[in-house]
């Protein structure tokens, strides 16, 4: 029976509105939708988590501090914030938009990104008029038989990217999926899960310059190494900033590479390793518990001035990171290391943020100020305008509002216990380890042809 278009129209409305079809087929899925829903920590995490011995953190300014978690959203309660989140995450993937060649339903953005590879998918509008034959090919196919397919062996380190990620994540996870079938077949994902790289980087992992392959310049710890991509601010598509402590200082390093797949690659290699990492850490805990912990984004980073404990010292123009629970300020947004770094604790603990600064306050400052109190002393810190104002207090306010967790008093390595190399090695061959020692080992941020070297970002 042949319907007029206003017909199909309508038969297209039924198929958007069966279950799977009503969130963009790419980036519809929340990060970890289970990790945010389930209600309790299992018990191999809790009885980590109470074992340490609580200590008080350090609040110091310039020094460095030891009492952040550094994970990011665990298996906790679903809370108001990240109910938000997962309710928003739903509503802006809204799928307008439909690939034909594929039979999935993706929004605006992600049609953008079909559109670039035009042999792959070809995306028609929902809004358009629509033949028959075209909504009955949708009608066959759609968003829940399109992931049973192409997203069939997607590891459970792999970073599953939504719409608020940046555009190389994206990208990427598009073409992971459609172009080169990695989900379907496991032998593609040897660039990210191969031990050669994976478990080499489970135990150590090595920046070297090219000229020097057998110098490292750094050995980055597992357990507190971190990495998040940072285009805007390397001011490169692919820069990608990766994180470690030293001394229990956060270091940067920033990287950037001109394939953008090889940069994915890279952070899903570190995912999987950490991964690894993880499961040796807290056997027993579930996927979804150890997946949040992977890696994590800032929660907040931008200038604003800062002055000194006797708030006589004048304002200074400062780079300020807020990841989990530290503070950091940099002179530069590409500094290797923190000119300081505070701990922002609970309200329990006696923090607070205010709005504005104390009448005494001396010297030329930006406008918009804000106080932190803390039991040891207020940080007056100014904004230049209002809008970055109310985004600090908001960041500040949702760390003070979530109550201190028991491994947050002890420190990152509270959290995360000390491994043996040994330990790691069980599980999986480490040849290179094995093979001369840390030190002798080549640089391993390369590919196994050498010929792609990741390229430390330039420091402006
Ligand atoms: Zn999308």
């Not at 920033?254 to 056997?283: C, G, T």
């Not at 990171?321 to 530290?326: A, E, H, W």
């Not at 008093?409 to 380890?433: F, M, N, T, W």
Request: charged share 25%.
């Amino acid at each position: 029976m042949a319907l007029e278009p206003e017909g199909n129209n309508r038969l297209l409305q039924d198929v958007l509105a069966r279950p799977g079809n009503e969130t963009c087929a790419d980036c519809g899925n929340p990060v970890t939708p289970q990790a945010l829903l389930s209600s309790t920590p299992s018990k191999a995490l809790l009885s980590l988590s109470t074992k340490q011995a609580p200590r008080t953190p350090a609040k110091k300014l310039d020094s460095p501090l030891d009492g952040s978690s550094g994970d990011g959203a665990s298996g906790s309660a679903l809370t108001d914030t990240s109910r938000a989140a997962y309710v928003t995450e739903f509503s802006t993937s809204k799928p307008d938009w439909a690939s034909l060649t594929l039979g999935v339903f993706v929004c605006q953005a992600c049609s953008l990104l079909h559109r670039s590879i035009p042999h792959i998918s070809r995306v028609k509008s929902v809004q358009d008029t629509w033949d028959a034959s075209d909504v009955e090919l949708m009608a066959a196919t759609g968003n829940n038989a399109a992931k049973a397919k192409y997203e069939q062996k997607v590891p459970a380190f792999y970073y599953r990217p939504t719409h608020t990620d940046c555009k190389l994540l994206r990208e990427q996870w598009i073409r992971a999926k459609y172009e080169r079938n990695e989900f379907e077949f496991i032998e593609k994902q040897e660039p990210y899960s191969a031990e050669y790289k994976a478990w080499t980087l489970s135990c150590l992992l090595f920046v070297s310059s090219p000229t020097k392959a057998r110098d490292p310049k750094a050995v980055m710890k597992i357990e507190t190494l971190n990495a998040t991509f940072q285009p805007a601010k390397i001011g490169n598509p692919c820069g990608l900033q990766i994180t470690y402590l030293k001394d229990n200082s956060t270091r940067n390093i920033f990287v950037y590479h001109s394939d953008a797949k090889e940069m994915v690659d890279w952070f899903n290699a570190i995912r999987a390793a950490r991964f690894h990492y993880l499961q040796v850490a807290f056997p027993g805990a579930s996927d979804e518990e150890l997946v949040p912990k992977l890696t994590r984004n800032f929660m907040k980073e931008g200038f604003m001035e800062k002055t000194g404990p006797k708030h006589t010292e004048g304002f200074k123009k400062r780079w300020f990171t807020m990841d989990d629970r530290r503070l950091m300020y940099f002179k530069d947004p590409l500094d290797a290391y923190a000119r300081g770094e505070v701990f922002i604790g609970s309200k329990e603990n006696s923090y607070t943020v205010l709005s504005g600064l104390p009448p005494s306050t001396q010297g030329y400052h930006w406008n918009h100020g804000i106080t932190i109190v803390t039991p040891d002393r207020k940080f007056l810190f100014a904004c230049e305008t209002e809008a970055e104002q109310r985004d600090w207090i908001v960041a500040f306010q949702r760390v003070i509002n979530r109550p201190m967790r028991p491994q947050e008093y002890a420190g990152y390595h509270g959290d995360l216990p000390q491994l043996k190399v040994s330990q790691l090695c069980d599980r999986g061959k480490v040849e290179l380890i094995h093979s001369g020692g840390p030190f002798q080992t080549q640089a391993l941020m390369t590919t196994r042809s050498g010929s792609s070297q990741l390229k430390p970002a330039q420091s402006r």
